[in-house]
């Protein structure tokens, strides 16, 4: 596989700790990682023909030098320089079995965790990389609960984890609590969407989709669609807190929400993406390619 750049990261892919087949290769030296050390050891260094970058290690210390190697045939090639991407002080070491290491989101993730450093990673199956210099892209979801966890929030990363999402994001959630939204109630009752969402309140709360008779006076915490169907079902208005993700996007932040009125596919309006209530993981990654790419990231 070939080494892939990436808005500023050397995306490295190999396969395990061996000094060949791939892309990237670590050697363990049993000196100080220094720039005068590093500079001995390139001396006269011949690299396999597949590999790009080295990760040095010395007892817990690791550093990252990419290498550019002369034209020739063979396996192996005289260097023709070679750049140190980042010594001790600049390298974090990470090792975590479930990070797949061709994931670019993942290594975003990586990334946002370990701003300004280089990042060398022992992933899943004991593949070895390293990010450094890769700015996230940041994507917000916006969705409400119960049911938790936000399903949206999970869909979203499983898109993301697919491989079918091919930019360095990194998502971010803001959730939308509807048991936090009863304290604003001022009514004697309250009336929730819908009862699989098994909310409760502490005072009398009713379920719309049960269609009940109403005893009290109720403050309908919902979306838009649910105001619409009170308004079917009882016609009268009603005291109403509107906890529709769609209604609660920042301007400028990239957004992904559900909404019922998208039936399938997605919707982009500027920043927002919205896919269906019942959205496929397939139609959420549509949704973020078409959101990111639509505005040049």
Known sequence: MDTVAFTGLKYARLDTDAMHCKDVSMHEVGF????????????????????????????????????????????????DGYSIVSLPEDTVFVEDPNLDVLNLPAMAELQSKHLGKAVVVRGMFSHISYVKGLEPLVLTVVDNVPPSPSKLGVLVRMALASGFVELPIVVRERIIDMASKVPEVETPAVMFPCRVSHLEASIPFY??????????DVTLIGCHLSHRIYLELYGREVPFINVCPADHTVPGEKSIV????????????????????????????????????????
Not at 43 to 72: H, I, N, P, Q
Not at 207 to 216: G, R, W, Y
Not at 287 to 295: E, G, K, P, Q, R
Request: net charge negative; proline share 4%.
């Open 32 to 79: 100080p990682l220094d720039e005068d050390s590093i500079a001995r050891l390139m001396d006269g260094w011949r690299s396999y023909v597949r590999t790009d970058a080295l990760v040095l290690k010395s007892g817990d210390e690791f550093a990252v030098v990419e290498l550019r190697k002369r034209d020739g045939k063979g396996l192996f090639r005289e260097l």
């Open 207 to 216: 379920f719309l989709d049960d269609a009940p008779e109403l005893e009290d």
């Open 258 to 297: 559900k909404c019922c009125k998208v039936k399938q596919g997605h919707e982009l309006d500027g920043d927002v993406v919205r896919v269906p209530w019942g959205a496929t993981v397939p139609e959420v990654v549509s949704a973020i390619n078409d959101l990111f790419s639509s505005s040049g990231n």
